[in-house]
């Protein structure tokens, strides 16, 4: 099956700094890239809808300065979580739909990132 | 109207046993339901989708059932080994376009040895 890349697997920050999260679509184009994030033991809550070349759709109640989502190329969408607080600390999983296909039946994940905030 | 109830929220068997996971929803334009298998530190993984227009589907080990009357849906996973140990999300969304997809809340299965 198709592969999403998302990098990096695991980060580690200071409380204030910015981090940049990256989701690849290695071996299809993606018009559209979802960014979601997963507390432990919870479901995934979408945060975000990434559609290449436009500005990213925020879900209720996200901060869109604070979660800065780019969609530079068919390819690749970054999330970069700016000045970051504990609170923000998380899993981040990145989905990515193949534009040749039906949106659901060809929508593939990452395999996530954890963000640790100190 | 947006919601997916799943059900339940842990879930173990032993080796061999038949674990069930059901899902129900309200929004009756929702046209697609997936489920998708979840490892700890892993991105979800799509195991098995079904549409309204039938009532079971079965992939390998893992079998869907619809009842659309009802609005509900549930995982039958047979033979249910410990590598089958994981989350599992069901999911419903509308098909086409940029609709989003609704997840459950998720089940924590284990299968024990």
Redesign the interface.
Known sequence: GAV?S?HP?WVICKSGTSVKIECRSLDFQAT?M?WYRQFP????M?MA?S?EGSKATYEQGVEKDKFLINHASLTLSTLTVTSAHPEDSS?Y?C?ARDMAG????K??????T?LSVL | QQQVKQSPQSLIVQKGGIPIINCAYENTAFD?F?W?QQFP??????LI?IRPDVSEKKEGRFTISFNKSAKQFSLHIMDSQPGDSATY?CAA?L???????I????T?LAVHP
């Open positions: 999403v998302q697997s559209t979802f033991k919870q479901s995934l979408l809808t559609n899993f999983i989905s039906d949106f659901n039946e929508l593939f994940f990452g395999s996530g954890q | 697609y997936p998708y530190g892993k991105g979800p993984a799509l989708a999300f969304s098909s086409g376009g940029y609709n989003k997809l997840f459950g809340a998720g924590r």
